[in-house]
Nanobody, 123 residues
Framework: VQLQASGGGLVQAGGSLRLSCNCP????????MGWFRQAPGKERQFVAA????????NYADSVKGRFAISRDNAKNMLYLQMNNLLSEDTAVYYC?????????????????WGQGTLVTVSS
């Protein structure tokens, strides 16, 4: 199963980016989904998660109020709107599909992963 993340790039601090992730219907429609990120030399960390129907979301404290996760099951798409980006948001961002329908912040709860898209925020 291959999740395809896109939308990364170079942006100035304070700017915005929207990440997208295409996920096969059989893998993602009934599953919670999430975004994680990994900065150079650091462990992968949780960013945001959304329940199977979009009714529940959860965010890491570091991105609350700046990032918004959403999904469109009809289009098999997951999104991450990132506003007011900071230099510390620089990382490779991964989309993922959880094993179940409830949101989770532990990477061990996620079964399938995308290849990652690089976000670089210049100060």
């Amino acid at each position: 199963v291959q999740l395809q993340a896109s939308g990364g790039g170079l942006v100035q601090a304070g700017g915005s980016l929207r990440l997208s992730c295409n996920c096969p219907r059989r893998t993602c429609t009934n599953n919670a989904m999430g975004w994680f990120r990994q900065a150079p030399g650091k462990e992968r960390q949780f960013v945001a998660a959304i329940s199977w129907n979009g009714g529940s979301t959860n965010y890491a404290d570091s991105v609350k109020g700046r990032f918004a996760i959403s999904r469109d099951n009809a289009k098999n798409m997951l999104y991450l709107q990132m506003n007011n980006l900071l230099s510390e948001d620089t990382a490779v961002y991964y989309c993922s599909s959880a094993a179940g329908s409830r949101i989770a912040s532990m990477s061990s709860s996620y079964r399938y992963w995308g290849q990652g898209t690089l976000v670089t925020v210049s100060s």
